[in-house]
């Protein structure tokens, strides 16, 4: 804390390699939010820095859902607040495959497609 302000330590690093305060966020590119070594460190919007989770559901496939009443797996990506679907897939590596296009290209280095 300073000035009785909860400061977190990746802005803090940021702070005192750049001399500036981030614009936006801080995205750790690794994933490990207490790795705050500076090369690990990027300036990024809040998508962007959603983009960098791991995948967790059923499949553990990142943008793979299972559709039960389809028997299919569904591939989808939130861009820009909207839910994009990417069509209907017979695994979820499909799927995951068609999300992993999609992120990279809407996403680029941000999109964590594993």
């Known amino acids: 804390m300073i000035d009785?302000?909860?400061?977190?330590?990746?802005r803090l690093a940021w702070f005192y390699v750049t001399g500036r305060w981030p614009a936006t966020e801080i995205d750790h590119a690794n994933g490990v939010?207490?790795?705050d070594r500076f090369c690990n460190l990027r300036e990024a919007t809040r998508a962007q820095n959603n983009q960098?989770?791991?995948a967790c559901g059923k499949s553990r496939v990142k943008g793979a859902f299972w559709v039960a009443k389809q028997g299919k797996w569904r591939a989808s990506i939130k861009v820009c607040g909207r839910t994009r679907q990417l069509g209907m897939f017979d695994t979820a590596e499909a799927a995951g495959a068609a999300y992993a296009r999609a992120a990279t290209e809407q996403y680029g280095d941000f999109a964590k497609v594993t």
């Not at 009785?4 to 990746?10: D, K, V, Y």
Request: hydrophobic share 15%; glycine share 16%; charged share 30%.
């Open 52 to 54: 960098n989770r791991r």
């Open 33 to 35: 939010q207490h790795d």
């Open 4 to 10: 009785g302000q909860r400061l977190l330590s990746g």
